[in-house]
């Protein structure tokens, strides 16, 4: 399998101990990854591919999903909303805990990095993807020489498609860009 990851954006937050069961479990991954290495470094996560092929060089960096790692109060019922005065009455604590979740936010060189293994390990992070309950995950693939859109809200997996445009670039200084070449003002 020869794929590429063109875009990709993410907001995809999950508890870390979700993930890291998800993880632990034997997740089905593609052919080209033998495992994966997750690694803590301070409130950073690192989950490797180690590659099944062992013509890769040891030295040959494979891709890599970066999350950081945040804690999050979680209430176990709805917190009350600030309202008027309330004189006389003692605030009841609401059950809480401290939940550390994963957090894979940003762009594609934010969230995967390094290309060897680029979109099998794209394929696990839409696994993760499925996983999460909370953000969302675009991205914009080819493989075998067709573009696929992915989009995934919420841990459901929504329509997507590409649309070709034209850039703007193209265009020169007409859609109100500065025309470098021909300006007046630039001796």
């Given at each position: 399998?020869?794929?590429?990851?063109?875009?990709?954006h993410?907001?995809?937050?999950?508890p870390?101990?979700?993930?890291?069961?998800f993880?632990?479990?034997?997740?089905?991954?593609?052919?080209?990854?033998?495992?994966?290495?997750?690694?803590?470094r301070?409130?950073?996560?690192?989950?490797?591919?180690?590659?099944?092929?062992?013509?890769?060089?040891?030295y040959?960096?494979?891709?890599?999903?970066?999350?950081?790692?945040?804690?999050?109060?979680?209430?176990?019922?709805?917190?009350?909303?600030a309202?008027?005065?309330?004189?006389?009455?003692?605030?009841?604590?609401?059950?809480?805990?401290?939940?550390?979740?994963a957090?894979?936010?940003?762009?594609?060189?934010?969230?995967?990095?390094?290309?060897?293994?680029?979109?099998?390990?794209?394929l696990?992070?839409?696994?993760i993807?499925?996983?999460?309950?909370?953000?969302?995950?675009?991205?914009?693939?080819?493989?075998?020489?067709?573009?696929?859109?992915?989009?995934?809200?919420?841990?459901?997996?929504?329509?997507?498609?590409?649309?070709?445009?034209?850039?703007?670039?193209?265009?020169?200084?007409?859609?109100?860009?500065?025309?470098?070449?021909?300006?007046?003002?630039?001796?």
């Amino acid at each position: 399998m020869s794929g590429r990851v063109y875009r990709l954006h993410s907001t995809l937050e999950l508890p870390l101990e979700d993930l890291e069961a998800f993880l632990e479990n034997d997740p089905d991954l593609p052919p080209e990854i033998d495992d994966i290495d997750l690694t803590r470094r301070n409130n950073t996560l690192i989950i490797k591919a180690i590659a099944a092929d062992d013509s890769l060089s040891k030295y040959t960096p494979t891709a890599q999903l970066k999350a950081s790692v945040t804690e999050t109060r979680v209430y176990e019922e709805e917190p009350p909303r600030a309202g008027g005065p309330q004189w006389g009455e003692e605030e009841e604590e609401i059950p809480s805990e401290l939940v550390e979740f994963a957090c894979f936010k940003g762009d594609r060189e934010t969230v995967l990095q390094n290309t060897a293994l680029q979109y099998p390990m794209f394929l696990v992070l839409q696994e993760i993807a499925r996983q999460s309950e909370k953000g969302t995950l675009t991205a914009i693939t080819e493989l075998d020489g067709e573009l696929t859109a992915t989009r995934i809200v919420e841990g459901e997996p929504r329509p997507a498609s590409v649309e070709v445009v034209e850039s703007p670039s193209k265009n020169g200084g007409e859609n109100g860009g500065v025309d470098w070449r021909n300006n007046k003002f630039i001796s």
